[in-house]
């Protein structure tokens, strides 16, 4: 049912970067911005990042956003061990007239 | 501080209507927009709709015919009903504030969720 593609998983040692996409369509990502939430094992989903690349007060500056096109993606560098978490991309869908969730990454910290 | 707290899990049969609610602390409805979330175990997040502090709502057209979002500003709650479930509606269901509607702005507070398990 999601209309973002992520890759199910992801893994880094500690410090090392991890990236994550998010595909879609000219009519999500092509025309809206992206959101990013980390949602920590048997918790809530959180914002992460917003419009494409900001953070909101109290993200770490480990964590970027970018957009290209119909895709996006999330950076971690450094990574640490409570980065291990679920990462969700969303963007509004003009088609569907609906806000749309990606598949979801999870990251490893091995 | 803004709050969301939603009640714990439930079990509804199938047919049954789903009632949910997600008190509001530390904050006022007016100026957001108040959203449901869904997630099955396992699976992807899937937006249910959105109200705003007048009222008006946006839903996902896949569950338009199912779904009531109503604010309930006496009791500072919001409040979530989806008629005839079936197994595919278990899922945990999330309350979350947008400073905007979904259109234009993200997801900043979110409730800690409700598991939702239909089951006869």
């Known amino acids: 049912q999601s209309v973002l593609t992520q890759p199910p998983s992801a893994s880094g040692t500690p410090g090392q970067r991890v990236t994550i996409s998010c595909s879609g369509s000219?009519?999500?990502?092509?025309?809206?911005?992206v959101n990013w939430y980390q949602q920590l094992p048997g918790t809530a989903p959180k914002l992460l990042i917003y419009?494409?690349?900001q953070r909101p007060s109290g993200v770490p500056d480990r964590f970027s956003g970018s957009k290209s096109g119909t895709s996006a993606s999330l950076a971690i560098s450094g990574l640490q061990s409570e980065d291990e978490a679920d990462y969700h991309c969303a963007a509004w869908d003009d088609s569907l007239s609906a806000y749309v969730f990606g598949t979801g990454t999870k990251v490893t910290v091995l | 501080q803004v709050q969301l707290q939603q009640r714990g899990a439930g079990l509804w049969k199938p047919s049954e209507t789903l009632s949910l609610t997600c008190a509001l602390y530390?904050?006022?409805?007016?100026?957001?927009?108040w959203t449901w979330i869904r997630q099955p175990p396992g699976k992807a997040l899937e937006w249910i709709g959105e109200i705003n502090h007048t009222g008006r709502t946006n839903y996902n057209r896949s569950l338009r015919s199912r779904a009531s979002i109503s604010l309930d500003r006496s009791k500072n709650q919001l409040s979530l009903n989806l008629n005839s479930v079936t197994a595919a509606d278990t899922a945990f269901y999330y309350c979350?504030?947008?400073?905007?509607?979904?259109?234009?702005?993200?997801?900043?507070?979110w409730g800690q969720g409700t598991l939702v398990t239909v089951s006869s």
């Open positions: 979350a504030r947008g400073s905007g509607s979904s259109l234009v702005s993200p997801l900043d507070y």
């Open positions: 419009s494409n690349n």
């Open positions: 530390g904050g006022s409805f007016s100026g957001y927009w």
């Open positions: 000219s009519s999500n990502i092509g025309r809206s911005t």
